[in-house]
Protein backbone atom coordinates (compact mmCIF):
# COMPACT_ATOMS: atom_id res chain seq x y z
CA UNK A 1 0.00 0.00 0.00
CA UNK A 2 1.46 3.51 -1.16
CA UNK A 3 0.10 6.02 1.03
CA UNK A 4 1.15 10.15 -0.27
CA UNK A 5 0.50 13.10 1.47
CA UNK A 6 0.55 16.69 0.16
CA UNK A 7 2.17 19.85 1.09
CA UNK A 8 4.72 17.56 2.39
CA UNK A 9 7.14 20.42 2.91
CA UNK A 10 4.86 22.23 5.81
CA UNK A 11 4.86 21.73 9.35
CA UNK A 12 1.65 19.93 9.37
CA UNK A 13 2.20 17.50 6.10
CA UNK A 14 5.44 16.67 7.90
CA UNK A 15 4.13 15.54 11.02
CA UNK A 16 1.80 13.26 9.44
CA UNK A 17 4.39 11.70 7.32
CA UNK A 18 6.45 11.40 10.06
CA UNK A 19 3.66 9.36 12.40
CA UNK A 20 3.14 7.44 8.93
CA UNK A 21 6.90 6.39 8.78
CA UNK A 22 6.63 5.49 12.52
CA UNK A 23 3.88 2.77 11.51
CA UNK A 24 4.80 1.76 7.96
CA UNK A 25 8.48 2.43 7.34
CA UNK A 26 9.87 4.62 4.53
CA UNK A 27 9.11 2.59 1.64
CA UNK A 28 5.66 2.71 1.54
CA UNK A 29 4.72 6.76 2.30
CA UNK A 30 5.10 9.76 -0.22
CA UNK A 31 5.43 13.32 0.34
CA UNK A 32 3.69 15.72 -2.89
CA UNK A 33 5.66 18.79 -2.60
CA UNK A 34 5.65 22.26 -4.22
CA UNK A 35 9.44 22.58 -3.23
CA UNK A 36 10.57 19.02 -2.75
CA UNK A 37 14.03 20.27 -1.55
CA UNK A 38 11.98 20.99 1.31
CA UNK A 39 10.83 17.96 1.93
CA UNK A 40 13.88 15.93 1.63
CA UNK A 41 14.95 15.71 5.15
CA UNK A 42 11.87 13.69 6.02
CA UNK A 43 13.77 10.29 4.08
CA UNK A 44 10.89 9.47 2.10
CA UNK A 45 10.41 9.60 -1.92
CA UNK A 46 9.35 13.31 -2.61
CA UNK A 47 7.01 14.09 -6.09
CA UNK A 48 6.11 17.72 -7.28
CA UNK A 49 2.75 18.93 -6.60
CA UNK A 50 1.76 22.65 -6.60
CA UNK A 51 -2.27 22.56 -5.98
CA UNK A 52 -2.38 24.93 -9.60
CA UNK A 53 -1.04 22.25 -11.35
CA UNK A 54 -3.53 19.53 -12.47
CA UNK A 55 -0.92 17.59 -14.57
CA UNK A 56 1.67 17.05 -11.71
CA UNK A 57 -0.68 15.35 -9.60
CA UNK A 58 -2.09 13.43 -12.25
CA UNK A 59 1.95 12.47 -12.33
CA UNK A 60 2.60 12.42 -8.73
CA UNK A 61 -0.43 10.36 -7.62
CA UNK A 62 0.22 7.40 -9.67
CA UNK A 63 0.40 4.35 -8.00
CA UNK A 64 -0.89 6.01 -4.66
CA UNK A 65 -3.77 4.16 -2.93
CA UNK A 66 -4.51 6.55 -0.20
CA UNK A 67 -3.67 10.46 -0.19
CA UNK A 68 -4.08 12.84 2.29
CA UNK A 69 -5.05 16.68 1.21
CA UNK A 70 -3.73 19.19 3.22
CA UNK A 71 -5.52 22.55 2.75
CA UNK A 72 -3.88 25.06 0.77
CA UNK A 73 -2.91 28.59 2.07
CA UNK A 74 -4.36 30.66 -1.05
CA UNK A 75 -7.37 33.40 -1.09
CA UNK A 76 -10.76 31.48 -0.52
CA UNK A 77 -11.80 31.12 -3.92
CA UNK A 78 -8.35 29.96 -5.83
CA UNK A 79 -8.25 26.97 -3.11
CA UNK A 80 -11.29 25.35 -3.93
CA UNK A 81 -10.32 24.93 -8.02
CA UNK A 82 -6.86 23.88 -6.54
CA UNK A 83 -8.69 21.54 -3.82
CA UNK A 84 -10.29 20.14 -7.58
CA UNK A 85 -7.19 19.41 -8.68
CA UNK A 86 -5.60 17.13 -6.73
CA UNK A 87 -9.16 15.01 -6.25
CA UNK A 88 -9.44 14.88 -10.27
CA UNK A 89 -6.17 13.57 -10.41
CA UNK A 90 -7.10 11.27 -7.21
CA UNK A 91 -10.38 9.62 -9.39
CA UNK A 92 -8.41 9.64 -12.99
CA UNK A 93 -5.00 7.34 -10.66
CA UNK A 94 -7.97 5.33 -9.22
CA UNK A 95 -6.65 6.40 -5.55
CA UNK A 96 -8.68 5.03 -3.66
CA UNK A 97 -9.32 7.00 -0.64
CA UNK A 98 -8.71 10.59 0.34
CA UNK A 99 -8.80 12.02 3.83
CA UNK A 100 -8.96 16.17 3.64
CA UNK A 101 -7.18 18.95 6.60
CA UNK A 102 -10.17 21.14 6.86
CA UNK A 103 -11.28 23.26 10.10
CA UNK A 104 -13.02 24.14 12.43
CA UNK A 105 -15.00 27.15 12.43
CA UNK A 106 -18.40 29.36 11.74
CA UNK A 107 -19.55 29.58 8.08
CA UNK A 108 -21.36 32.99 8.31
CA UNK A 109 -20.93 35.63 10.76
CA UNK A 110 -17.11 36.64 10.70
CA UNK A 111 -13.85 37.74 9.16
CA UNK A 112 -12.77 34.15 9.00
CA UNK A 113 -16.22 32.77 7.89
CA UNK A 114 -15.09 33.09 4.09
CA UNK A 115 -12.32 30.35 4.81
CA UNK A 116 -14.23 28.07 6.17
CA UNK A 117 -16.84 28.35 3.51
CA UNK A 118 -14.46 27.27 1.28
CA UNK A 119 -13.13 24.24 3.18
CA UNK A 120 -16.88 23.35 3.41
CA UNK A 121 -17.02 23.18 -0.38
CA UNK A 122 -13.76 21.05 -0.36
CA UNK A 123 -15.65 18.67 1.97
CA UNK A 124 -18.84 18.20 -0.66
CA UNK A 125 -16.62 17.95 -3.32
CA UNK A 126 -14.33 15.04 -1.73
CA UNK A 127 -17.91 13.22 -0.68
CA UNK A 128 -19.33 14.08 -3.93
CA UNK A 129 -15.66 12.15 -5.41
CA UNK A 130 -17.06 8.17 -4.97
CA UNK A 131 -13.69 7.88 -3.07
CA UNK A 132 -13.68 6.28 0.58
CA UNK A 133 -12.97 9.91 2.20
CA UNK A 134 -12.44 10.66 5.91
CA UNK A 135 -12.28 14.72 6.54
CA UNK A 136 -10.84 16.33 9.64
CA UNK A 137 -12.06 19.63 10.90
CA UNK A 138 -8.60 20.97 12.90
CA UNK A 139 -8.82 22.98 15.69
CA UNK A 140 -6.70 26.15 16.14
CA UNK A 141 -2.86 24.97 16.09
CA UNK A 142 -1.41 25.84 19.43
CA UNK A 143 2.39 26.85 18.14
CA UNK A 144 1.66 29.94 16.81
CA UNK A 145 0.75 31.49 20.15
CA UNK A 146 3.77 29.84 21.63
CA UNK A 147 5.95 31.56 19.09
CA UNK A 148 4.92 34.53 19.55
CA UNK A 149 6.14 34.10 23.05
CA UNK A 150 8.89 36.84 22.68
CA UNK A 151 6.39 39.81 21.76
CA UNK A 152 3.90 38.79 24.87
CA UNK A 153 6.91 38.88 27.21
CA UNK A 154 8.05 41.97 25.68
CA UNK A 155 4.50 43.26 25.64
CA UNK A 156 3.92 41.98 29.10
CA UNK A 157 0.94 40.70 28.14
CA UNK A 158 -1.57 38.79 25.36
CA UNK A 159 -3.86 40.76 23.69
CA UNK A 160 -6.87 40.17 21.17
CA UNK A 161 -10.84 40.27 20.90
CA UNK A 162 -11.59 36.42 21.96
CA UNK A 163 -12.59 37.96 25.45
CA UNK A 164 -13.86 34.98 27.48
CA UNK A 165 -14.83 32.44 24.07
CA UNK A 166 -13.59 28.87 24.50
CA UNK A 167 -11.00 27.77 22.37
CA UNK A 168 -10.51 23.69 21.73
CA UNK A 169 -6.46 24.36 21.06
CA UNK A 170 -4.76 21.26 19.25
CA UNK A 171 -1.15 21.11 17.82
CA UNK A 172 0.41 20.06 14.58
CA UNK A 173 1.54 16.95 16.55
CA UNK A 174 -1.49 15.93 17.77
CA UNK A 175 -3.21 16.67 14.36
CA UNK A 176 -0.36 13.78 12.64
CA UNK A 177 -1.30 11.14 15.17
CA UNK A 178 -4.85 10.92 14.64
CA UNK A 179 -4.31 11.80 10.48
CA UNK A 180 -2.37 8.85 10.53
CA UNK A 181 -4.69 6.63 12.41
CA UNK A 182 -7.48 8.09 9.18
CA UNK A 183 -5.43 6.93 6.87
CA UNK A 184 -4.32 3.38 7.97
CA UNK A 185 -8.14 2.28 9.12
CA UNK A 186 -11.09 1.63 7.22
CA UNK A 187 -13.40 1.86 10.00
CA UNK A 188 -13.22 5.88 9.78
CA UNK A 189 -13.87 5.85 6.39
CA UNK A 190 -16.92 7.98 5.51
CA UNK A 191 -16.69 10.02 8.71
CA UNK A 192 -16.41 13.75 9.52
CA UNK A 193 -13.92 14.53 12.72
CA UNK A 194 -13.63 17.38 14.82
CA UNK A 195 -10.10 17.21 15.58
CA UNK A 196 -9.86 19.52 18.76
CA UNK A 197 -8.75 19.38 22.39
CA UNK A 198 -10.12 20.66 25.43
CA UNK A 199 -11.88 24.17 25.56
CA UNK A 200 -10.12 27.33 27.51
CA UNK A 201 -10.39 31.13 27.45
CA UNK A 202 -7.34 33.30 26.82
CA UNK A 203 -7.20 33.69 30.55
CA UNK A 204 -6.63 29.84 31.05
CA UNK A 205 -4.15 29.66 27.82
CA UNK A 206 -2.25 32.80 29.99
CA UNK A 207 -1.81 30.88 33.05
CA UNK A 208 -0.59 27.92 31.17
CA UNK A 209 1.75 29.76 29.11
CA UNK A 210 2.93 31.24 32.41
CA UNK A 211 3.73 28.07 34.33
CA UNK A 212 5.54 26.58 31.66
CA UNK A 213 7.70 29.32 30.43
CA UNK A 214 7.84 30.95 33.87
CA UNK A 215 6.21 34.20 32.98
CA UNK A 216 3.95 36.98 34.42
CA UNK A 217 1.76 37.60 31.45
CA UNK A 218 -1.47 39.16 31.76
CA UNK A 219 -4.52 38.72 29.42
CA UNK A 220 -5.88 42.14 27.34
CA UNK A 221 -9.42 41.43 26.16
CA UNK A 222 -9.80 44.19 23.18
CA UNK A 223 -12.57 44.99 20.85
CA UNK A 224 -12.64 43.01 17.56
CA UNK A 225 -12.69 46.78 15.46
CA UNK A 226 -9.47 47.52 17.27
CA UNK A 227 -7.96 44.06 17.24
CA UNK A 228 -8.57 43.90 13.34
CA UNK A 229 -7.25 47.34 12.60
CA UNK A 230 -3.86 46.24 14.71
CA UNK A 231 -3.40 43.03 13.46
CA UNK A 232 -3.82 44.65 9.67
CA UNK A 233 -0.87 46.98 10.60
CA UNK A 234 1.10 44.34 11.79
CA UNK A 235 0.03 42.19 9.00
CA UNK A 236 -1.13 43.45 6.11
CA UNK A 237 -5.04 43.16 4.94
CA UNK A 238 -5.03 39.51 3.81
CA UNK A 239 -3.37 37.71 6.68
CA UNK A 240 -4.55 40.77 9.11
CA UNK A 241 -8.18 40.07 8.62
CA UNK A 242 -8.05 36.68 8.80
CA UNK A 243 -6.28 36.14 12.48
CA UNK A 244 -8.89 39.04 13.62
CA UNK A 245 -11.84 36.84 12.82
CA UNK A 246 -10.06 33.60 14.10
CA UNK A 247 -10.54 35.51 17.30
CA UNK A 248 -13.64 36.60 16.70
CA UNK A 249 -15.01 33.31 15.82
CA UNK A 250 -13.23 32.06 19.31
CA UNK A 251 -15.10 35.13 21.24
CA UNK A 252 -18.93 34.21 19.70
CA UNK A 253 -18.54 30.32 20.27
CA UNK A 254 -17.47 29.31 17.01
CA UNK A 255 -14.47 26.98 18.09
CA UNK A 256 -16.03 25.55 21.38
CA UNK A 257 -17.22 22.33 19.41
CA UNK A 258 -17.19 18.37 20.82
CA UNK A 259 -14.15 16.74 20.64
CA UNK A 260 -14.04 13.16 18.05
CA UNK A 261 -9.98 13.54 18.36
CA UNK A 262 -10.20 10.07 20.34
CA UNK A 263 -12.46 8.34 17.93
CA UNK A 264 -9.81 9.47 15.27
CA UNK A 265 -7.08 8.61 17.06
CA UNK A 266 -7.53 5.62 19.20
CA UNK A 267 -6.29 7.79 22.26
CA UNK A 268 -7.63 10.96 24.36
CA UNK A 269 -6.62 14.00 22.93
CA UNK A 270 -3.21 15.56 25.12
CA UNK A 271 -4.46 18.28 27.53
CA UNK A 272 -3.42 22.13 26.92
CA UNK A 273 -0.46 21.84 29.64
CA UNK A 274 0.80 18.87 27.86
CA UNK A 275 0.89 20.43 24.71
CA UNK A 276 2.34 23.80 25.59
CA UNK A 277 4.90 21.66 27.62
CA UNK A 278 6.01 19.59 24.62
CA UNK A 279 6.55 22.51 22.56
CA UNK A 280 8.84 24.24 25.15
CA UNK A 281 10.74 20.90 25.68
CA UNK A 282 11.31 20.00 21.75
CA UNK A 283 12.28 24.17 21.24
CA UNK A 284 14.24 23.96 23.87
CA UNK A 285 16.19 21.55 22.66
CA UNK A 286 16.82 22.60 19.05
N1 LIG B 1 -5.70 25.16 12.37
C1 LIG B 1 -4.91 26.20 12.38
O1 LIG B 1 -4.71 26.89 13.40
C2 LIG B 1 -4.18 26.58 11.12
C3 LIG B 1 -3.21 27.57 11.17
C4 LIG B 1 -2.52 27.85 10.01
C5 LIG B 1 -2.82 27.17 8.84
N2 LIG B 1 -3.79 26.23 8.84
C6 LIG B 1 -4.11 25.44 7.63
O2 LIG B 1 -3.34 24.24 7.71
C7 LIG B 1 -2.61 24.05 6.50
C8 LIG B 1 -1.24 23.47 6.76
O3 LIG B 1 -0.59 24.18 7.73
P1 LIG B 1 0.95 24.02 8.01
O4 LIG B 1 1.11 24.14 9.45
O5 LIG B 1 1.54 22.85 7.32
O6 LIG B 1 1.47 25.35 7.29
P2 LIG B 1 2.94 25.69 6.79
O7 LIG B 1 3.98 25.01 7.62
O8 LIG B 1 2.99 27.17 6.64
O9 LIG B 1 3.00 25.01 5.34
C9 LIG B 1 2.20 25.44 4.30
C10 LIG B 1 2.35 24.42 3.21
O10 LIG B 1 1.47 24.75 2.15
C11 LIG B 1 2.20 24.54 0.96
N3 LIG B 1 1.58 25.24 -0.17
C12 LIG B 1 1.24 26.54 -0.26
N4 LIG B 1 0.74 26.79 -1.48
C13 LIG B 1 0.78 25.62 -2.16
C14 LIG B 1 0.42 25.26 -3.49
N5 LIG B 1 -0.07 26.13 -4.38
N6 LIG B 1 0.59 23.96 -3.85
C15 LIG B 1 1.08 23.04 -2.99
N7 LIG B 1 1.46 23.34 -1.73
C16 LIG B 1 1.31 24.63 -1.33
C17 LIG B 1 3.58 25.06 1.27
O11 LIG B 1 4.51 24.68 0.27
P3 LIG B 1 5.93 25.44 0.06
O12 LIG B 1 6.88 24.80 1.05
O13 LIG B 1 6.28 25.18 -1.35
O14 LIG B 1 5.70 26.90 0.36
C18 LIG B 1 3.77 24.37 2.60
O15 LIG B 1 4.12 23.02 2.44
C19 LIG B 1 -2.54 25.39 5.87
O16 LIG B 1 -2.51 25.17 4.52
C20 LIG B 1 -3.80 26.10 6.34
O17 LIG B 1 -4.85 25.84 5.44
C21 LIG B 1 -4.46 25.91 9.96
Redo the contacts with the bound molecule.
Keep these: MKIAV??????????IIQTLVKELGTNQVIG????PE??KHLGVEVRE?????REQFDAALQGIDSVLL?????DPQK?II?HRNVIEAAKQNNVKKIVY?S??GAEEGNAFSP?VQT?RQTEQDIINSGLDYVIGR????I??DLEYIDTYVKDGEIKNCAAEGICTY?S?AE?GFAYAKMLLGNKHNGNVYNLVGNGITQHELTSLINQVYQTKLVYHSVSVKDYKADRIGALGEFLGTIIAG?YEGIKSGADDVPSDYKTAAGRSHKSTLEIIKDFYETNLNN
Excluded at 6 to 15: D, E, Q, R, Y
Excluded at 49 to 53: I, P, T
Excluded at 138 to 141: C, P
Aim: proline share 2%; aromatic share 4%; hydrophobic share 35%.
Design positions: TSASGKLGASIARTKAGDYNNVSGMDRQTIVINNGIYEPTRLI
